[in-house]
C-alpha cells in the first residue's frame, strides 16, 4: 500500500456497462474494456502542447527497458492519456516467466495496490452526494457497532474527511495480518476491522500518518450505508459505469460463503505474476490475498482500464456520457483539504499530490505491494495522466519517477547540474541535525521495535553543505530555500518542510504529506540500543569466558555472591541467544514476503522471550549488588577487580534491558 506497510488485492469484474451481478454471485468475464473514442472528450488544457505520440513511446521505450535491466524487473505495463485520448499504451516483458507469458496492456491484470484507495475516495463522495454522508461527521454515524472507532481517551472524533487526510490518529499496523499467503486464513472486512483495530495514538486531525487501516474503514462505512458489499458497490457505481471489464477488487481464493465472490477464472487467468530478484535469479511469489481490506490495497487492473479511469477523472467525472460523480467533487479531489507544512500539499479528499518538474503538481496515489509496484499521477494543468505497475519489488525507483521524467523532457525545466550547497547550512547544521522517527508506525509490541528501526531517519550535513537524509534502506540529498527550514531535492524535484521550534528542528514532512517525521531525544536515539547491545554481548562473552579463565582466589566467594553469579552467567547465556536468534530472523529480511507472512516467527519469539527473563534476571540482580559489595570475610568474598566486573556487566544489562522495555522488544506475547 504505500511505503512500507505495502499491500494490494488481485481482482476480477466483469459486467457488462452498467449492469451488475446479482448479489452473491460471481462476475462473468466480459469482452476487453472499450477504447476511448478517438474524438477528444475532455478539451485540449491551453499552454500546454501535446504530447507527440511517437517521440513519448521513443523515450518510454528507453526509460522502461534500462529500468527493466538495472532492476531486474520481470514486466511493466504503462498507458498515458492526455486531453481525452491514449497516447500511449504498451506492455513491457512478461505477465508469468513459466511458461512466458507477455504483457498485454489490453489483458494483463497487474495489482495496483494503494491506487486502490482513490476507487475508494470515489465511491466515498458518491454517498455524499447522495447525502447518506457528510464529510465533517464522524465516522461511527456510518458503521455498524462491532467496528466503530473507540474515543482512546480523545475527546474529538474520527470524522471522514479525517480518513480521507490520513489524520485519523491511528498508529499503523501491518506485519502478520496486512497480506495473507493461505487463503483460508482471509477473513471478512467486517471481522478484520474489528479484529485488528489499532490504538489512537494522537489527537485526530492533527499529525498526518498514511493508514490502510483508515481507509479500509472509510470504504466498509460507505458500503453499510448504500446497503451493497463493497466490491459490488465500486463495481455498480464506478467499473461498471466506465466498462472497465478488467479490474477487479476480488481475490481468486477458492468460494466460502462469508467471502465475497472470488475473481472469474477467465481474469484470473490473466493476472501477472509478482517476483523476487535472487542471486539465482527471478524467484515467483506467493499470491498476496488482501480481501480482507479490499478498500485499501484490493483492485486489479490493466493499462487500458486505468486510461479510461485516469480520462474520466481528468474530465471531471465523466466519461462517454456517464457521469461518475459532480464537478464539485471532481474539484475536491485536485485541492488540499489541509496543508501541514509550506511545500507539502497533503491530500485532496483522499487523493495524493505529488511535485513534478517546473513546480508542477499531479495528483493521484502510489501502490505498493510486497512484489508489485504502481503509480497513478493526473497533471490538470496538462490534461496529462500516467499509469505504471512493474511486477517486481524493485520496480519502485521506475513507477515513482516516470511521471516526473515525462514532464521534464516534454514541458522543462532541462535537469540541471548537482546544485552547490549552502554556506548557510553549514555553520547552522546543528539546527536540523539528528535523528527522526517516522508517525507512520506501530506504537505497542514486537511490531513498535522493528517500526523505530525501519522508521526512522538520519539527517546531517555534508561538508558541501547539503542535507542528507538516510533511512532505513535509502538516502537523498537536499538544498536550502532560503533559511526557513523548507529544502529541495538535488537533481529531482520533491520539497520537504522542517517545523522549527525555539530556533531548531522538531520534526519534517514528507514530500506527499503522508507522514511527519518526529526528532527524538538524546535517548531515544539509535546508538543506545546499538552501543549497549554490543557491550551486552561482549560482556555475555567475557562472563562465560571468565568461568573458564578464573584461579581458585576467584572461586572464594560467599553464598550471596554464588547465587549472584549463577544468575548473571544465566543471562550472559539469555542475552547471546537472543542476539543469535535475532540475527537468524534479520537474515530472513532479504525477503520481505517472509517477514509480512510468517510475523513474529519463531525465532523473533525466542529473542523476545529469552531477552525478557534476562532482563527480568538484570533487575534481581541490580538488587543484589549492595549485598555483593558487602561480601563476607576477606578470604570468602569476591576481589575488589570481581566485584568492578560484576557492577559494570549488571548495569550494562540493566541499562539494556531499560531501552529494550522502552522500545517494546520485552512483550512476545504482543507481536
Known amino acids: 500500500m504505500q511505503s512500507l506497510p505495502k499491500v494490494a488485492l488481485a ?334 500539499a497533503g491530500f485532496g479528499h483522499g487523493f495524493a499530490a505529488f511535485q513534478l518538474p517546473g513546480g508542477r503538481t499531479a495528483w493521484g496515489h502510489d501502490g505498493e505491494l510486497l512484489s508489485f509496484r504502481s503509480s497513478m499521477m493526473m497533471v490538470p494543468e496538462l490534461g496529462l495522466g500516467v499509469f505504471v505497475a512493474a511486477n517486481s519489488e524493485t520496480g519502485g525507483r521506475l513507477t515513482h519517477q516516470l511521471t516526473g521524467r515525462i514532464v521534464q523532457r516534454f514541458y ?26 517516522s508517525s507512520r508506525r506501530s506504537y505497542r509490541g514486537l511490531e513498535q521495535f522493528i517500526g523505530l528501526i525501519n522508521s526512522r531517519t538520519s539527517v546531517s550535513v555534508t561538508d558541501r553543505g547539503q542535507l542528507l537524509i538516510t533511512g532505513f534502506d535509502s538516502s537523498s540529498l537536499w538544498v536550502p530555500e532560503g533559511t526557513g527550514g523548507r529544502f529541495r531535492e538535488v537533481g529531482g524535484w520533491r520539497k520537504i518542510s522542517f517545523v522549527m521550534q525555539d530556533g531548531r528542528a522538531v520534526r519534517y514532512f514528507s514530500s506527499t504529506g503522508a507522514a511527519a517525521f518526529q526528532r527524538v531525544g538524546f535517548f531515544g536515539g539509535q546508538g543506545w540500543l546499538v552501543n549497549l547491545g554490543l557491550l551486552a554481548v561482549i560482556a555475555a562473552l567475557a562472563t562465560l569466558g571468565g568461568l573458564l579463565m578464573r584461579d581458585r582466589k576467584d572461586h572464594r566467594e560467599t553464598p550471596m555472591q554464588r547465587r549472584a553469579s549463577l544468575m548473571q552467567t544465566t543471562q550472559a547465556v539469555l542475552w547471546l541467544l537472543a542476539a543469535g536468534a535475532l540475527a537468524i530472523w534479520a537474515g530472513k529480511a532479504a525477503d520481505i514476503a517472509a517477514i509480512f507472512f510468517d510475523w513474529p516467527g519463531g525465532w523473533m519469539l525466542i529473542a523476545s522471550s529469552c531477552a525478557l527473563v534476562a532482563a527480568i534476571l538484570s533487575a534481581v540482580t541490580l538488587v543484589l549488588l549492595p549485598f555483593i559489595w558487602r561480601g563476607g570475610r576477606r578470604v570468602e568474598s569476591w576481589t575488589v577487580g570481581r566485584k568492578l566486573r560484576f557492577t559494570a556487566t549488571t548495569l550494562i544489562y540493566a541499562c539494556l534491558s531499560l531501552v529494550l522495555l522502552m522500545r517494546g522488544a520485552l512483550v512476545p506475547w504482543a507481536s
Open 412 to 437: 522543462g525545466p532541462a535537469p540541471t547540474l548537482p546544485e552547490a550547497g549552502s554556506t548557510w547550512l553549514k555553520q547552522n547544521g546543528r539546527i536540523f541535525e539528528g535523528q527522526y522517527v
Open 11 to 344: 481482482a476480477v469484474l466483469s459486467i457488462l456497462i452498467g449492469v451488475a451481478p446479482a448479489a452473491g454471485q460471481a462476475p462473468v468475464a466480459a469482452a476487453p474494456a472499450p477504447a476511448i473514442p478517438a474524438a477528444v472528450t475532455a478539451p485540449p488544457v491551453a499552454g500546454a502542447a501535446p504530447l507527440p505520440p511517437a517521440e513519448l513511446e521513443a523515450y518510454v521505450d528507453g526509460i522502461v527497458r534500462d529500468a527493466m535491466a538495472a532492476d531486474h524487473i520481470p514486466g511493466v505495463t504503462v498507458s498515458v492519456v492526455q486531453n481525452g485520448q491514449v497516447v500511449l499504451k504498451k506492455g513491457y516483458g512478461f505477465a508469468k516467466l513459466d511458461p512466458a507469458r507477455p504483457v498485454d496492456p489490453d489483458r494483463t491484470l497487474f495489482r495496483i495496490a494503494s491506487i486502490s484507495k482513490t476507487f475508494t475516495w470515489i465511491a466515498v463522495m458518491k454517498e455524499v452526494e447522495a447525502g447518506r454522508m457528510r464529510l465533517d461527521a464522524p465516522i461511527n454515524l456510518y458503521l455498524p457497532e462491532k467496528i466503530q472507532v473507540r474515543d482512546g481517551g480523545y475527546d474529538r472524533p474520527v470524522r471522514v474527511i479525517d480518513l480521507m487526510a490520513h489524520t485519523p490518529g491511528f498508529e499503523d499496523r501491518a506485519l502478520g495480518q496486512l497480506f495473507e499467503r493461505d487463503a483460508r486464513r482471509v477473513r471478512p472486512l467486517a471481522v478484520y476491522l474489528r479484529q485488528e483495530r489499532p490504538r489512537r495514538v494522537r489527537e485526530a486531525g492533527s499529525l498526518p500518518a498514511y493508514s490502510n487501516y483508515g481507509v479500509a474503514l472509510a470504504g466498509a462505512a460507505a458500503a453499510w450505508v448504500s446497503g451493497k458489499p463493497f466490491e459490488r458497490l465500486i463495481e455498480t457505481g464506478v467499473t461498471g459505469p466506465l466498462g472497465m471489464t478488467h479490474t477487479t477488487f476480488r481475490d481468486p481464493y477458492p468460494a466460502r460463503p462469508d467471502l465475497p465472490a472470488p475473481m472469474p477464472a477467465a481474469l484470473a487467468r490473466d493476472l501477472a505474476d509478482g517476483y523476487l530478484w535472487t542471486a539465482a535469479g527471478w524467484r515467483e511469489r506467493p499470491y498476496e490475498f488482501t480481501a480482507q481490506i479490499a478498500p485499501a490495497g484490493g483492485a486489479s487492473t490493466t493499462a487500458a482500464d486505468m486510461a479510461r479511469y485516469m480520462t474520466m477523472i481528468l474530465n471531471g467525472g465523466t466519461l462517454d456520457g456517464v457521469q461518475v460523480y459532480s464537478p464539485a467533487t471532481a474539484a475536491g479531489f485536485f485541492r488540499a483539504q489541509s496543508r501541514p507544512a509550506p511545500d507539502v
